[in-house]
């Protein structure tokens, strides 16, 4: 282990406390500054690391130096919600009230870093003082606002009465940061509150005009409108498109897309250059920032920048080209698959329909209605599994700081901030929703659902019907055309040839030309209009379904969800992560791969972890 380690900061920082030893024994200053002016301490203090922390405060180090920046290691332990580590400090002596160049001290960093349950520790510890300001005349409000942290906007104005009115030296309360950056819901709360979007700064600017100066279109809205309500994140997708005018276009661009396709570039674009046009697809996300400038944001800390491809909505991998955008209010969804998706279904059965002689297989309609059934059950059961919120004025995150489970309460898997509730064991987060979900699986795009406990059994048996309704088709009209064509076909089968034939006329075998005119070698007829729809374009639906039927199949066998197997981590009982797999097992299986597959097509599986929670070793 020593190996990988560079410096001793990096000791420090991972919490490799024998490194640290063994250069302390070697005559190593335990105080001494790194070129940040940054101690060990400081490190240690950053990353949580305990034990590291202990052993240098039992030698004395100065645990009130400050960096090159005037800032403790307290300040560095609140800016990651280093809850353990924080108290320890308090406890040793750090000053909670030594501020840096700015005018802030450690309330200040806990509250514009959102670390909710450390500024309940430093409150507990030393009362909060509701009246604080920064050297900016900036308040513990305006911070929190400002930065998006509506939790610890809440928790100062309800728990601690700070003043919402407030000004700082520009004369911008904390309604004026939360629009200038965007932070709608923020400014929702702030407006419920009885601050108005319309007072002026001394730039003669209000919040709603920050809002439409930095193109915060989201948050304009809701100022505009004098919004003092949430917007529900976790609505249905009929809700979301009547909502706003952004999602309703995006979704009718599924159907006209299929027409498009289907009236115009099959029956007019020869086969070999229709995958082009596919790949529009693929560039759906480029449209809204070509239509809306994007928003200004101020840059903070270390946070992560958005490259220009993510701005400009280019998506890096297939799955993302699926999704839709993160911004609100798309939040990822693309409710344009679901209009996609039934419109391509409607195409495809038009073409049987159009194709003379064709016969549609018995084994399509069974399926089809089998699909149809398990699709009802899978969007009314899509939101039975959501972990419900509590009360601000009861939140177990406080209480839990309060009653010194301070392991679990830095943890946000646990208690995550602004949900006011102990998520249970086998939760995981929907982004789409802002919820969290027991059991989730994953995002259904077929649907614009969540797959979660309830619906996940019947989202499985509606890709198989699926499955074998598509490969009905394929089948059928691989016969269809052959009997058509390649009987008539003089030469010998080729493999080759066949993949040429597809590849070029979307057709297993050549069809002969009506007559000799440049026209028929440049236009499809609709023999080819007919397989791209029943051929081409089926095999890559029946392949999709194929691939999505084995994934869950595995995760079936395995006793899990593809959530937990791409997480590959649940909450341990000290508040952090731990593996989930032991060896070629998952620790939530239930035995063997028949027993597993048994037990979830009854719907038993994973009933003794029901109402599971992380809990701590004491309590074990």
């Not at 353990?84 to 870093?113: I, Q, S, T, W």
């Not at 084994?363 to 969007?379: D, E, H, N, T």
């Not at 795009?445 to 499955?467: E, H, Q, T, V, W």
């Not at 009209?477 to 390649?486: A, I, N």
């Amino acid at each position: 282990m020593h190996e990988k380690i560079k410096t001793i900061q990096d000791a420090a920082s991972i919490g490799c406390l024998s490194y640290v030893v063994m250069h302390w024994a070697s005559g190593f200053d335990l105080d001494q500054q790194d070129q940040f002016g940054a101690t060990l301490l400081h490190w240690a203090s950053l990353k949580g690391q305990l034990s590291v922390v202990k052993f240098l405060i039992d030698r004395n180090v100065d645990v009130n130096r400050r960096d090159e920046n005037k800032q403790t290691p307290l300040l560095w332990a609140a800016t990651e919600n280093r809850v353990v580590v924080g108290k320890y400090l308090l406890e040793h002596g750090a000053d909670p009230l030594l501020v840096d160049p700015r005018g802030c001290n450690a309330y200040f960093l806990a509250a514009m870093n959102g670390s909710l349950a450390f500024l309940h520790m430093l409150h507990l510890h030393r009362a909060l003082a509701p009246d604080s300001m920064d050297g900016e005349q900036h308040s513990l409000m305006v911070w929190a606002a400002y930065r998006g942290h509506l939790p610890v906007v809440r928790y100062l104005h309800e728990a601690h009465k700070v003043s919402l009115n407030s000004v700082d030296a520009l004369k911008r309360n904390a309604l004026h940061w939360a629009a200038r950056e965007g932070q709608t819901d923020c400014c929702v709360y702030l407006m419920a509150a009885g601050l108005s979007p319309h007072l002026k700064d001394v730039e003669n600017l209000s919040a709603l005009d920050w809002a439409k100066e930095r193109r915060h279109r989201h948050a304009a809205t809701a100022l505009a409108k004098n919004q003092t309500s949430m917007t529900p994140v976790m609505t249905g997708t009929i809700a979301s498109i009547v909502g706003s005018v952004d999602v309703l276009l995006h979704t009718l661009a599924g159907v006209v897309a299929v027409i498009f396709q289907f009236m115009l570039v099959t029956r007019w674009i020869p086969p070999m250059f229709n995958y082009v046009t596919l790949s529009f697809y693929g560039a759906k996300n480029m449209i809204f920032p070509m239509m809306y400038k994007q928003p200004i944001k101020t840059p903070i800390g270390n946070e992560e920048q958005t490259s220009l491809f993510d701005d400009a909505g280019v998506p890096r991998s297939l799955v993302e080209a699926m999704r839709g955008m993160k911004v609100a209010p798309f939040r990822r969804r693309e409710q344009m698959n679901v209009t996609l998706f039934a419109a391509f279904l409607v195409a495809q059965y038009v073409s049987m329909s159009l194709a003379a002689g064709f016969a549609i297989p018995g084994l399509y309609w069974i399926a089809s209605v089998a699909a149809l059934g398990l699709a009802v059950l899978v969007k009314a059961l899509s939101f039975r599994d959501v972990v419900p919120r509590g009360s601000a004025l009861d939140d177990p995150l406080l209480k839990a700081v309060e009653a010194g489970d301070l392991i679990n309460a830095e943890e946000p898997r646990i208690y995550p901030a602004g949900y006011y509730t102990r998520i249970p064991l086998r939760a995981y987060y929907c982004f789409e929703l802002d919820a969290y979900f027991n059991r989730y699986d994953g995002w259904c795009l077929y649907f614009d659902c969540p797959i979660a406990k309830s619906n996940r059994r019947f989202y499985f048996g509606f890709i198989i019907a699926m499955f074998l309704q598509q490969i009905s088709v394929l089948i059928a009209s691989w016969l269809y055309f052959t009997d058509k064509l390649c009987l008539a076909d003089e030469n010998p089968f080729s493999l080759c040839s066949v993949l040429w034939h597809l590849f070029f006329s979307a057709l297993p075998c050549r069809e002969k030309p009506v007559d000799n005119t440049w026209m028929t070698w440049v236009l499809p007829s609709m023999t080819n209009s007919h397989g791209m729809w029943l051929i081409l374009y089926t095999f890559m639906m029946t392949t999709v379904f194929a691939m999505t039927a084995w994934r869950h199949f595995l995760c079936i066998a395995y006793g899990t969800t593809r959530k937990e197997l791409t997480e590959g981590t649940a909450p341990c009982t000290a508040g952090g992560l731990t593996s989930i797999k032991r060896g070629n097992a998952v620790v939530f299986s239930d035995g063997g791969v028949l027993l597993n597959c048994m037990l979830f097509l009854t719907g038993r599986d994973g009933a003794r972890y029901s109402n599971a929670i992380a809990v701590p070793p004491m309590l074990n």
